[in-house]
């Protein structure tokens, strides 16, 4: 059953699905926007496009002819995809669920008001003014996010009338696409948030994993762990909210869902519909990994019952400066810490914030492993020559 699968998408995350696609014996075609993504090192070919010129991916899919389009970031040209699916090539999970969930407005629009599922309060703003008065409509302290955008970028807290100039800015300079366009949420005080991964099977009940918490800094994950502490009627009330979600997407794959997790109800916060970064967590916390999971999904083979190997956890490995050219020290310290693993993700390039690797470890106990994955992050220093 050796099909051709096209990676719309080829980062950290794109690159652990194509080991395991490869590892079953598919054939993987990494595209992403920059030469040398991590993916395209693990990749039968790979091709450097604008994902959002619906021209180019014409072209690349005339040239592979793929049997299966899996898209990994949210920079895409959504409505060529239903295009090509309706050529009959599988589009993951569905064309509309990509189209949907691409951008926060299409997701938080279904989510609060088709399915009348509990979100933070918000609003939509195009431009300057537009953001002001909804900052002022949902109250300070709130958050600002572009449509969209990944891996936080963009994303801050306004706590006055003063800073809104400055989120708009910010928000411009990390958004992703060819529109201008922010959700205004109301600030949740949460004691947790979690990331319940949802697995929809093609002939097979919906699978969920253990939830993973993750502590987050200016929108983007910082740690994860997993078994996540969260009462059971709140994760049973998670677990209806993801399937409810999922099942009206449709199609077949993994689903990463967040919530926040208050003392007395969960909170819907976002949904994507493929591997999720705080799952990185999951390459040493179970039998079968996200990325496992989200190609058998794909792929209609059986998943099984998933193992799980104690408390795991996950800490990301941080650039400071920008450069094309740094090497990695500390990886031998970091690995005698027990319980570790490393993965460096192999990207030609740092810029401040970018996250290059992450360290993993597993104990029995998950804030022991909290401990050790930072303890290893911590370890790892890039060194740069030249930076700018």
């Known amino acids: 059953m050796k099909k051709t699968i096209l990676l719309l998408g080829s980062g950290e995350l794109g690159k652990e699905f194509a080991i395991a696609a490869q590892r079953l014996g598919q054939r993987v075609i990494a595209v992403d926007r920059y030469l ?9 070919a790979c091709e450097v496009i604008d994902m959002l010129d619906g021209r180019e991916l014409k072209r ?43 951008n926060r407005d299409g997701i938080r629009d279904l989510v609060a008001n088709e399915l009348n599922i509990r979100t933070a309060r918000f609003q939509y703003a195009d431009d ?20 969209m955008s990944s891996s936080g970028k963009g994303q801050s807290v306004v706590h006055s009338p003063r800073e809104v100039g400055l989120a708009w800015e910010h928000a411009c300079e990390g958004m992703r696409g060819d529109k201008a366009r922010v959700i205004v949420e109301e600030f949740i005080k949460f004691e947790l948030e979690i990331t319940l991964l949802t697995v ?7 699978i969920f994993v253990e939830p993973i918490g993750h502590r987050q800094e200016g929108g983007d994950y910082r740690e994860s762990w997993m078994p996540a502490s ?34 007395e109800e969960v909170i819907f916060s976002e949904l994507s519909p493929r591997p999720h970064d705080t799952g990185l967590v999951t390459l040493v916390s179970q039998s079968l990994s996200e990325f496992e999971l989200h190609l058998r999904a794909i792929l ?8 799980y190997k104690g408390g795991a956890a996950s800490a990301v490995i941080l650039a400071d400066k920008e450069s094309e050219n740094f090497e990695f020290t500390g990886i031998d310290k970091a690995l005698q810490v027990p319980g570790v693993e490393l993965r460096i993700f192999g990207k030609p390039s740092t810029r401040p914030g970018r996250r290059m690797g ?14 050790r994955a930072k303890k290893a992050a911590e370890l790892i220093k890039i060194q740069y020559a030249n930076p700018s």
């Open 230 to 263: 969260i009462r059971p009627p709140l994760l049973e009330e998670a677990k209806k909210v993801a399937r409810k979600v999922t099942d009206y997407l449709g199609g077949a794959g993994l689903f990463g869902v967040e919530f926040f997790v208050t003392k």
């Open 36 to 44: 040398g993504a991590p993916g395209m090192a693990v990749a039968h």
């Open 200 to 206: 929809k099977q093609k002939d097979g009940p919906t």
């Open 358 to 371: 992450v360290a993993l470890a597993t104990d029995s106990h998950v804030i022991k492993a909290r401990g």
């Open 300 to 307: 209609g083979l059986p998943i099984g019952e998933i193992e």
């Open 128 to 147: 300057l003014p537009a953001l002001a008065q909804a900052c002022e409509d949902i109250g300070y302290p709130c958050v600002v996010k572009p449509v």
């Open 60 to 102: 690349i899919v005339d040239l592979y002819k793929p049997d299966i389009i899996v898209p990994e970031i949210e920079a895409i040209r959504t409505e060529t995809l239903q295009e090509f699916e309706d050529q009959g090539i599988f589009v993951v999970p569905t064309a509309r669920a990509a189209h949907l969930t691409m």
